[in-house]
């Protein structure tokens, strides 16, 4: 096989995998559905007339609960896995993450006081979002104030400021009532996608679109922006402008996700790395490389959390159980950067 058709294969390949993996994830869960069914049920939302003898509870639970659960898993796995890549770019550090700037700890502080305060989930998302953007934006106006390197600097700024909200999030969950509130805040830390629903899939598609959209759109600039300021100025780029507009589209995809499903690390870390090894370096072809892998990665994690045990298992705990030995596996492999 030539490398042309190996590339083209490759291509077909990633664009047809995720669909698969997504339908075969409708069968799963805890009422047994037959493809038949699912397709019958999918079907009878453009033909009323179809699935007349489906039970109720089937439909409902294939449409209103597993359905957006498993668009949700795909989008919060290409979000967190296109932030990883393009921050891996942007900073020239293969060992940074979709996190690094502390967007995960500012969200999970604001998650955990609106559990602390016990207002409705919605007040929750909304606080996580909100402090979740905060966080970036100390770290982004803190870092202006020192003189050196711009993507160093900023790097070990929102390494401070995610420190600084991590801080208070033990501080709340130090606090919290142990017999409600508690379980309510580590179950949200550790990831999950349990309590999806249409709303929480109406709440992040549109702002995740528009921000993988956008990276999707500028990703030739963040192979520029990853040889560095000067050869981008050379090249009469503006290195300032396009790094913020990357972790603005990266900020606004990131703490959606963690909104909608909680913290699930690793995927911006590995992902990345696994899509190298698969297109190469080249972001043109990585990031949309990192959408499918990374939306199928969660998809089939999300699968195993909900049938591995009778108790739904968070996904934060199998996410970091499977992505530490892959990891430690693409090192050896040599992954390319």
Known sequence: MTDGHSKKFVTIALIIAPFIVFILSLFIGKFRASPSDVITVLASKIMPSLGQDISQTLRTAILNVRLPRIILAFLVGASLSISGASYQGLFRNPLVSSHILG??????FGAALGIYMGVSMVIVQLLAFVF???????AVMVSRFYKSSAALTLVLVGFITGSFFSSLVSFITYTADPNQKLPAIVFWLMGSLSSSSTKDLTFAI???????????????????LSLGDEDAKAMGLDPGKWRITVIVCCTLITSVSVCVSGVIGWIGLVIPHFGRMIVGPNHKALLPACISIGGIYLMLIDNLARTITSAEVPLGILTGIIGAPIFAYLLTKGARW
């Open 103 to 108: 967007v995960a700890s500012g969200a999970s």
């Open 132 to 138: 979740g953007l905060t966080a970036v934006g100390i």
């Open 206 to 224: 549109i702002p995740i679109a528009a921000g993988i959209g956008a990276l999707i759109l500028i990703r030739w600039r963040i192979n520029i």
